[in-house]
Structure formats: structure tokens, C-alpha cells
């Protein structure tokens, strides 16, 4: 286990539904992030959080809205998703800071399957 | 354009046999490359981190060289074992930014018995 875990790992879901994936890491690290990897492609990271702020949007559609309440939580809220948005969904967190680098330490992830 | 790109996309190898995957990269600036493993399903794992002064790191079986002149990378697992079945991922990290990853599409490795 790397310290940072996901809930839930698997969700299957409709075009209309509205769902939330949950990260919690329990390594006292102060940037979390949230990952995209769709089949045969590299991970495409979606959104940062630095010290609860948000630092980074890569171009990510509205139907993805991210939270978070605190350090150790981050929350990925989905509402009507296309069938291509299935994919698994990464959560990591980091101790961010001086003296780079530092190790991003990823959760087992969320399957998300769209129908 | 910054891109990291791997080889072979897929390997299959027997058990207890050596292997190197290749990575090679064009983002500049750099700051550090990354080895990730990842088992089928779950989150990646790292096993080496190296800034562009490092010519190599080990970690166990894993051996991960680097070459920032030529941006060339090595992953060398040495006396592979089934559990070494998963995909390995190299990232790049941009200097401006410890977060700003690169991502390469990844190796699938299967070790069979």
C-alpha cells in the first residue's frame, strides 16, 4: 500500500448520472492530484492541488469538477460523462516544496466505466 | 514538442532472463526522469528517480541508466521474475515545476515460466 487510497475502485455508470470518486492520502503530503489514463495511452494529469488550492486545470471538460475540502482529501465529482471519459482515474499525492524532486506516491485508482 | 517515447510497446521474456527497456525523451528543459512500475489494475509505483547528473540507480533487480546528453534512458531488470509481469512507465519531470510530469506510453512486460 502507498499510503493513499481510492474508493470507489470500480463504478459503472450512466450518461446522466452524477457520481463522485473519493482520494484520502494519509501521508501528510500538501499536493494532490488527479490522473486520467485511458487504454494504451500515457496518464494525462487533470487537475493539482496545491495546499488545498487549485494550481492546475489541463483543459479539463466542466463535466469533471474537483474538490478539495483538505490536504488529505480529494474529491473528482462526474455528471453526464460521454462513453469516451471511461477510463482509470489516478489519484497521487506529493510533499511538495524546495529540492525537487519529489515522488508522487499514486492510489490503486477508480475503474470508471461509462455507459 | 515534449514527448517521452518508450520500446518496445510489449515484451515477453522467460523467467529468470535479463531485459532493458528503452526510453527516450525530448523535454527540455529536464530535471529528473522517473521509472515506474505498474501492475495490471492498480496505481504505479516508483522505482527510480534520476536528475540529469546521475548516470545510473538501482533499486533491487532494477537498474535504470540515463544518458541526458543523447535524452536516453535505460530500464534493466536483471533475473526477471513472474512478478515483474506489469507495464513501466517513464516520465520526465520539467524543471519549472516538480509536478509537471511527462508521461511515456509504457512497456507491458510479461514474464513467462
Known amino acids: 500500500e502507498t499510503g493513499v487510497t481510492q474508493t470507489p475502485r470500480h463504478l459503472v455508470m450512466g450518461m446522466t448520472n452524477k457520481k463522485s470518486l473519493k482520494c484520502e492520502q494519509h501521508l501528510g503530503h500538501n499536493a494532490m492530484y488527479w490522473y486520467k489514463q485511458s487504454a494504451k495511452k500515457p496518464l494525462e494529469l487533470m487537475f493539482v492541488y496545491n495546499f488545498k488550492e487549485q494550481t492546475e486545470n489541463n483543459s479539463v471538460p466542466s463535466r469533471f469538477s474537483p474538490e478539495c475540502p483538505n490536504s488529505s482529501h480529494l474529491f473528482l465529482h462526474l455528471h453526464t460523462l460521454q462513453p469516451e471519459d471511461s477510463a482509470l482515474y489516478l489519484c497521487?499525492?506529493?510533499?511538495?516544496?524546495?529540492?525537487?524532486?519529489?515522488?508522487?506516491?499514486f492510489g490503486p485508482g477508480t475503474r470508471l466505466t461509462v455507459t | 514538442k515534449n514527448q517521452v517515447e518508450q520500446s518496445p510497446q510489449s515484451l515477453i521474456i522467460l523467467e529468470g532472463k535479463n531485459c532493458t527497456l528503452q526510453?527516450?525523451?525530448?523535454?527540455?528543459?529536464?530535471?529528473?526522469l522517473r521509472w515506474y512500475k505498474q501492475d495490471t489494475g492498480r496505481g504505479p509505483v516508483s522505482l527510480t528517480i534520476?536528475?540529469?547528473?546521475?548516470n545510473t540507480k538501482s533499486n533491487g533487480r532494477y537498474t535504470a541508466t540515463l544518458d541526458a546528453d543523447t535524452k536516453q534512458s535505460s530500464l534493466h531488470i536483471t533475473a526477471s521474475q513472474l512478478s515483474d509481469s506489469a507495464s513501466y512507465i517513464c516520465?520526465?519531470?520539467?524543471?519549472?515545476?516538480?509536478?509537471?510530469?511527462?508521461f511515456g506510453s509504457g512497456t507491458r512486460l510479461l514474464v513467462r515460466p
Open positions: 497521487a499525492s506529493s510533499q511538495e516544496g524546495q529540492g525537487n524532486p519529489y515522488e508522487q506516491y
Open positions: 526510453c527516450n525523451y525530448t523535454v527540455s528543459p529536464f530535471s529528473n
Open positions: 534520476m536528475t540529469f547528473s546521475e
Open positions: 516520465v520526465v519531470n520539467w524543471v519549472d515545476s516538480s509536478y509537471k510530469l511527462i
